[in-house]
Nanobody, 124 residues
């Protein structure tokens, strides 16, 4: 089983940038496809980005061109670089691991392990 811990959230003005990190422990990260999801107040959790073991990626339309997901298997970390942030990006961001390492999917039910989340707040 893998444990996931997110970091890097905070308060930023619209148009700014943040870099979220997800540190994995317990098992090598290369065994997993990884995803980022978010939940805004009063809304359901939604897919943000995913990356498989060989770094194929998939993004939600709402973040395409602004966010970049990457991974460093040697360091057991996954990163979400968020640029041109908008107030509607405000949410708790979660890192998740999918045991089927070759796929990149946006369905949260396909993910097996989750972190506790990190708050991102974008002010207008």
């Amino acid at each position: 089983q893998v444990q996931l811990v997110e970091s890097g959230g905070g308060l930023v003005q619209a148009g700014g940038s943040l870099r979220l990190s997800c540190a994995a422990s317990g098992r090598p990260l290369i065994r997993y496809a990884m995803g980022w999801f978010r939940r805004a107040p009063g809304k359901e959790r939604e897919f943000v980005a995913a990356i498989n073991w060989r770094a194929d990626t998939h993004y939600a339309d709402s973040v395409k061109g602004r966010f970049t997901i990457s991974r460093d298997n040697a360091k057991n970390t996954v990163t979400l670089q968020m640029n041109s942030l908008k107030p509607e990006d405000t949410a708790v961001y979660y890192c998740a691991a999918d045991q089927t390492s070759w796929r990149v999917v946006g369905n949260s039910e396909e993910y097996d392990y989750w972190g506790q989340g990190t708050q991102v707040t974008v002010s207008s």
